[in-house]
């Protein structure tokens, strides 16, 4: 089945510990994204990868790192967590020719 | 720069309805407008596109026409279901920022029986 999968689902944490939220997809995409979503503010991009070892950053990259060193992993780094990190997180993956997005479950963070 | 608006909710219609919500844009050069569908505890799924003025994109009941003249891209659904009940983000993507898109906030629709 043709997926894209985030762990882990939901994570509460302390302020200024390190975390990982990974993203994985088996559709072969070239194009990955993580997204945050805010309560009146929608979705933002946070960083995107347009194939391996390529990134670029989003509206909103502060606070946040990704690395791209295999095509279907694109796992987001909160180096040290801020309670205005707190948020519904998405990652998404694309075929860079096509527009069509293919979103992941979210990942609910929580920091205290 | 870009960016989308659309209408605040949430929005409460009772099943059979007709259902508008209202999209407009602002874009650099020619973009592929979207709607995305997120269903609750779900992330979100492509409702329908429209990648050129003029062109209408439809799926499951739910149609949008790409409005290059009023930059809108409004959804309508002739008879909305229960089932319908969900939160709907109007996007973006321009070709001057072809790996960037961009969100409205969302709408949350919900349908009563």
């Known amino acids: 089945e043709a997926q894209v999968t985030q762990n882990p689902r939901y994570l509460i944490t302390v302020t200024g510990k390190k975390l990982t939220v990974t993203c994985s997809q088996n559709m072969n995409h070239e194009y990955m994204s993580w997204y945050r979503q805010d309560p009146g503010l929608g979705l933002r991009q946070i960083y995107y990868?347009?194939?391996?070892?390529?990134?670029d950053k989003g509206d909103v990259p502060e606070g946040y790192k990704v690395s791209r060193k295999e095509k279907r992993n694109f796992p987001l780094i909160l180096e040290s967590p801020s309670p205005n990190q707190t948020s519904l997180y998405f990652c998404?993956?694309?075929?860079?020719?096509?527009?069509?997005?293919?979103f992941g479950p979210g990942t609910r963070l929580t920091v205290t | 720069g870009n960016s989308v608006t659309q209408m605040e909710g949430p929005v409460t219609l009772s099943e059979e309805a007709f259902l508008t919500i209202n999209c407009t844009y602002t874009?650099?050069?020619?973009?592929?407008l979207f709607w995305y569908v997120q269903y609750p505890g779900e992330g979100l799924q492509l409702l329908l596109k429209?990648?050129?003025?003029?062109d209408k994109g439809s799926n499951k009941g739910f149609e949008a026409t790409y409005r290059k003249e009023t930059t809108s891209f409004h959804l309508e659904k002739g008879s909305v279901q229960v089932s319908d009940s969900a939160v709907y983000f109007c996007?973006?993507?321009?070709?001057?920022?072809?790996?960037?898109?961009?969100f409205g906030t969302g709408t949350s629709l919900t349908v009563i029986p």
């Open positions: 874009a650099t050069g020619y973009p592929s």
């Open positions: 998404a993956s694309r075929d860079q020719g096509s527009y069509e997005q293919y």
């Open positions: 429209a990648t050129k003025a003029d």
């Open positions: 996007a973006l993507v321009s070709l001057n920022t072809g790996n960037q898109f961009y």
């Open positions: 990868s347009m194939n391996v070892e390529v990134t």
